[in-house]
């Protein structure tokens, strides 16, 4: 193999790390047919959960992995194996990287935080809690497109009554998710309706991620945390909860990873924060392209880069040949 390339053109590299909704049945085929480091990290992955992961990625099951006890490891197993591919073509050397939620995971996993096998574990324990934590039907998501942070938190506060209903993520200046009791959600879509230059989009979920309603899934990870011992990062990592850098203390680590289970997502403020630390070129690495489109709505001036396939990588290295 010939030595990766210097990508030192792309000045001050940001990573950024999808989270659950952007799978896709078929996802990492392309990565393990053409890739021996590849395949080995999808083969692992089933080792470590004790099923056949692959095989749903590869869109064997059906629907599983629409399923969040499915989704979210496939999620991180996909980023993992596309940074490796990458990294076996380029010499990055990140400024900052972040993840959305799940995502969060993958940046500590790429800054050397966590390890592969570790991140994996935690996250099997992460997705079936929040699988488990409400009876289908009870709750959802939506997203309101259109509304600044005030507007939808007004929203949100009109509408909740005496059911939950909280942001879940604040992802760029006119997107806001709203997650909690369906019953709320609804209300609060209904009530954007009436407003102009809006609209709301209900989400194919049936949880209400990132607020109080998934306390039995914080407290699940609470137990797996307690024996991980998280290494200093090679490079920054920005936290959803409160869009700062990770400290390197045990304790730390753990509160925030606990934390981000029932606590919004600030995106567009993770975002703020790795452009003020220089980030110039955003690559975001994970199926889809949902943070690369993301970037667009929270600064313009941002350059990006989406890798999400072999076919991507392969452009990348043309560009920057």
């Known amino acids: 193999m010939t030595a990766p390339a210097d990508v030192s053109q792309h000045k001050s590299v940001a990573l950024m790390f999808p989270g659950q909704g952007s799978q896709f049945p078929g996802m990492a085929l392309d990565l393990v047919q053409e890739s021996p480091k590849a395949q080995s990290i999808l083969e692992r992955a089933d080792n470590i959960l004790g099923y056949a992961l692959s095989e749903i ?14 989704t979210q490891p496939a999620i991180f197993v996909h980023s993992m194996a596309l940074l490796e591919v990458l990294r076996d073509h380029f010499l990055l050397t990140p400024v900052v990287a972040a993840g959305h939620s799940l995502g969060e995971y993958s940046a500590l996993c790429a800054a050397g935080v966590l390890t592969f096998d570790e991140a994996l574990r935690i996250i099997h324990v992460r997705a079936k809690g929040m699988d488990e934590a409400q009876p289908p039907g009870m709750c959802g998501m ?16 009109k509408c909740r009554g005496d059911d939950v209903l909280d942001a879940a993520n604040f992802n760029s200046p006119d997107q806001v998710v709203i997650s909690g009791h369906l019953q709320a959600v609804n209300r609060a879509v209904e ?73 919004p997502v600030l995106w567009e403020d993770c975002v703020s924060l790795m452009r003020s630390k220089g980030a110039e070129t955003f690559i975001e690495i994970g199926p889809g ?29 043309g560009a920057s040949a």
């Not at 939506?142 to 506060?157: D, H, S």
Request: no cysteine; hydrophobic share 45%.
């Open 57 to 70: 990625m590869a869109g064997k099951r059906g629907d599983e992995l629409n399923r969040t006890v499915h």
């Open 191 to 263: 009530a954007v309706k009436q407003e102009k230059r809006t609209r709301a989009v209900l989400l194919p979920v049936s949880s209400a991620f990132h607020t109080i309603l998934m306390e039995p899934a914080r407290q699940a990870l609470r137990s797996k945390l307690e024996a991980l011992v998280p290494r200093e990062p090679m490079f920054p990592v920005v936290a959803n909860v409160n869009a700062q850098t990770y400290p390197v203390s045990r304790g730390a680590v753990n509160q925030l990873l606990m934390d981000q289970i029932v606590r």
């Open 142 to 157: 939506a997203a309101l497109v259109g509304l600044n942070r005030e507007q939808a938190t007004a929203i949100v506060e």
């Open 289 to 317: 392209k949902v943070l690369t489109g993301l970037l667009k709505r929270i600064d313009k001036t941002a350059a990006s880069v989406n890798i999400s396939d072999m076919q991507s990588i392969r452009s990348f290295v």
